[in-house]
């Protein structure tokens, strides 16, 4: 009798906690819905003959408080269900992948320009190969415009460049990098680089600051030869460069300061014409700028 009133109240006690477990997960379903609740549509029609009018009311917890509009359409109802139904977002979302459309995209083109303006050349050049978006932004000829006049110089405003603004960048470029080299060669007073750096033509012309005016490319290398051996080592800096850019032809002014000297600086222009795939020397011509009118101070080859 012991072991059967045993197995009776562990039976029991099974049972009753069975029941109190299926009643505590039903109560917490019936509260985790009570706490989320489907929206309820309550939708009135009039037809007409003109136009069938739809007014949906909602009883969700959201922030159309309680009515969202009326339509005209069967799409637009379509779209208001969608919106409820939490499709509306994701809708837009799909449209605008679909488009492509990006924040560069969307800029207006004079801000884009001017946020370019920022960038250096290495860096718009760089901009321009991450992808296709980029590229066409980088590639716009008002920003390389824009770029120019804040390298370069304003002078050139008004012109009109062949193939387009980043083209003459380049080409300016270019040629301000070998007018750079040949003061370099003029440091290093290295009389051989100065002889590949001249084109070698009877009709090139060279003018030292001491007035001497050599002409044909053997008088012109001897002329910097002598130079080179006669002088000593100047310490001198470069400033105001302009260039202007042909085809194939370019000429750059500049002016020269020499730090041992006292009176005004040199005014030097230099030609290049473009042969064989680079540029070559064709004309040098430097003189000095007098100050209140002393012209008994030593002149020098520059």
Request: hydrophobic share 40%.
């Amino acid at each position: 009798m012991e072991i059967t009133a045993f197995d009776f109240t562990l039976s029991q006690s099974f049972l009753i906690a069975s029941s109190l477990t299926l009643l505590s997960l039903s109560l917490a379903f019936l509260t985790l819905r009570s706490k989320s609740p489907k929206p309820d549509l309550t939708v009135h029609s009039s037809t007409s003959a003109a136009s069938t009018t739809k007014t949906i009311t909602c009883r969700c917890c959201c922030s159309c408080n309680g009515e969202i509009g009326s339509f005209n359409s069967a799409d637009s109802f379509t779209a208001a269900e969608k919106y409820l139904n939490g499709g509306g977002a994701a809708a837009e979302m799909v449209v605008e992948k679909q488009t492509g459309a990006s924040m560069m995209e969307q800029l207006v083109p004079e801000i884009t320009t001017h946020a370019l303006s920022y960038l250096d050349y290495p860096s718009l050049c760089r901009l321009s190969m991450t992808n296709s978006l980029m590229r066409k932004a980088a590639n716009d000829d008002n920003a390389w415009k824009a770029l120019y006049h804040k390298d370069f110089t304003l002078e050139q405003d008004s012109v009109t460049p062949a193939n387009g603004w980043k083209a003459y960048y380049a080409a300016t470029r270019s040629i301000v990098n070998v007018n750079t080299e040949f003061f370099n060669i003029i440091r290093e007073r290295s009389v051989q680089a100065m002889s590949q750096l001249w084109l070698n033509s009877d009709y090139v012309k060279c003018t030292h600051a001491s007035g001497e005016n050599f002409s044909g490319y053997n008088a012109v290398i001897q002329s910097w030869q002598f130079a080179f051996n006669w002088e000593q080592g100047l310490d001198f800096q470069v400033r105001d460069v302009r260039a202007r850019v042909l085809t194939d032809m370019a000429w750059v002014t500049m002016k020269m300061y020499v730090v041992e000297m006292d009176n005004g600086p040199f005014n030097v222009t230099n030609v290049f014409e473009f042969h064989n795939g680079r540029w070559h020397l064709v004309h040098h011509h430097c003189s000095v700028m007098l100050l209140d009118g002393e012209v008994d101070q030593p002149i020098m080859h520059a």
